[in-house]
């Protein structure tokens, strides 16, 4: 089959993250692999992941680490994005977010 023909193949290559794929004649089985565009992506998938399993102090911690790696202003943005999902849940320590809040507003 010619992928410009096939609707999802050719979606796939208007898509700006578009990078391989791989697709088997001998099957109904088409595979799109994406690359990740830096590793900002993966600090988000890693704190969801301790969010998840409520590993709050750690998801802080983590943030913590990326001082040095990000810039200044994608650091607060990371600080603002985990204060907003940890004022969400119910089950946060409020001295811990207290806490937090306050060392990621040093960042303003």
């Known amino acids: 089959m010619d992928n410009d023909s096939n609707f999802i193949m050719h979606r796939n290559k208007s898509a700006e993250d578009f990078d391989v794929v791989i697709d088997d004649h001998g099957s109904q089985?088409?595979?799109a692999i994406y690359q990740q565009q830096g590793s900002?992506?993966?600090?988000y998938q890693d704190l969801n992941n301790l969010l998840e399993h409520h590993k709050y102090e750690n998801a802080v911690r983590y943030v913590y680490d990326?001082?040095?790696?990000l810039e200044r202003g994608?650091?607060?943005q990371l600080g603002e994005w985990?204060?907003?999902?940890?004022q969400a849940d119910k089950?946060?320590?409020p001295a811990l977010l207290n806490e937090?809040?306050?060392n990621m507003n040093?960042?303003?």
């Open 66 to 69: 990326q001082k040095f790696e």
């Open 29 to 31: 089985k088409t595979e």
């Open 91 to 93: 089950d946060i320590d």
């Open 82 to 86: 985990l204060t907003k999902r940890l």
């Open 106 to 108: 040093k960042y303003k």
């Open 40 to 43: 900002d992506g993966k600090i």
């Open 100 to 102: 937090f809040v306050t």
């Open 74 to 76: 994608s650091y607060y």
